[in-house]
């Protein structure tokens, strides 16, 4: 019964979320990431974005998993900076599974060059995150960095009204046969 009420709620606020609040796409530019970050955006894009060349690609845990590659998203301002020799903050690491290995070994997953960038705005797993292995030299991680899945788009809407529609059909045969046999025991006692 639980697990109906947990899909029926989350069903429920991201049909919410999706069609009146966090869940549309919103553009922001990377100067305006660097001063004020994306707020409560779930789905962004990134207008004004600079890969630096720097990347991690942590490797999969296990046969099933994935690798994950994360790299900073930097202003233009902050190349510049970056170029001057400075340390700068980035306020955005961009992570994603789409990618090859093979990349890895030419080193070049991630060219220095400016781009568009489309995600939605979550964490990796805790232990797949390894954005503090960046070179210390160049990157200062801030308390408020966030992290963007690019190329994820939120969940569609028939989805989440499929897990609104499964919670509560779950939930009423759950209790409907829960009421059967209870009825059942009752004339049985009879």
Known sequence: MLLCIVFFITGC??????FFGTHKLRVFTMEETITTGVGDSDFVELIGAWQSGDYIVVPPRTDADKAILIYPLLAES?????KAGKQVKPRIIAWTKNFSMACDDEKNCVPLMPVAVQGVIREMRQQKNQAHLLPVLKYQLPDNVEYI???RQPLAWY?????????LGFAFYIESRANREQQISGKEEL
């Open 78 to 82: 902050q190349i510049e900076a970056l």
């Open 13 to 18: 606020n991201s049909l919410i979320s999706q």
């Open 159 to 167: 989805w989440n009204l499929l897990m609104v529609l499964g919670g």
């Open 149 to 151: 899945e690019v190329g």
